[in-house]
Each structure stands twice: as C-alpha cells, then as structure tokens.
C-alpha cells in the first residue's frame, strides 16, 4: 500500500512539474511589476510549493516523526480505556 501511496505522489508531482514547464515560456515575466508579472510569480511559487511537498512526502522525511506519533497516539489509547475501565469498575462496586 504504501509503495502504491508513494507512486501517486510521484505521479502528481511529474503532472505539476510537466504543469510548470509548459505555462513558464507562456507567463509574461518583462513588463515590470504589475498584475500580470505578479500572477506570473504567484503562480510559479504554487508550482513550485506542490512539487516541493509530493517530494517531501516521496523522500520519506516524515516517517520517524509519524512512528513517534504513533506511538504517542497509542499510549494516550492505553491511558483512557485504564481510565475507562476504573471507573467501570467503581459504577459496578457501588451498584
């Protein structure tokens, strides 16, 4: 499953960057700052924002900080249902 999530992502990041490279011979980047040159720079930067994140995720950066989350997240798990099964037992004891 995972190495499916990751060809998407590879996939998605070659449609932006294919994206990119046909719309920057096409953007105007000479008539000085303007509506059309800042469109120009604005759209490149989400370009290039989209591409950055797809890479991100393909590099694998954040894999040891969800391990770590994670396990945090199955700690607090184990934390309420013990809270959870106390309190069970002392509405059982008073009844």
Not at 38 to 67: S, T
Request: hydrophobic fraction near 50%; glycine fraction near 6%.
């Amino acid at each position: 499953m995972k190495k499916r999530n990751k060809f998407k992502h590879v996939i998605y990041m070659l449609v932006a960057l294919a994206m990119l490279l046909y719309a920057l011979p096409q953007l105007s980047f000479q008539n000085g700052p303007g509506w059309v040159f800042g469109f120009g720079v604005v759209w490149c930067l989400f370009a290039f924002l989209v591409i950055a994140a797809h890479l991100h995720f393909i590099i694998g950066v954040d894999e040891e900080k969800h391990k770590q989350l994670e396990a945090v997240r199955r700690h607090k798990l184990e934390q309420w249902q013990g809270k959870w099964n106390e309190e069970a037992a002392r509405a059982s004891q008073r009844s």
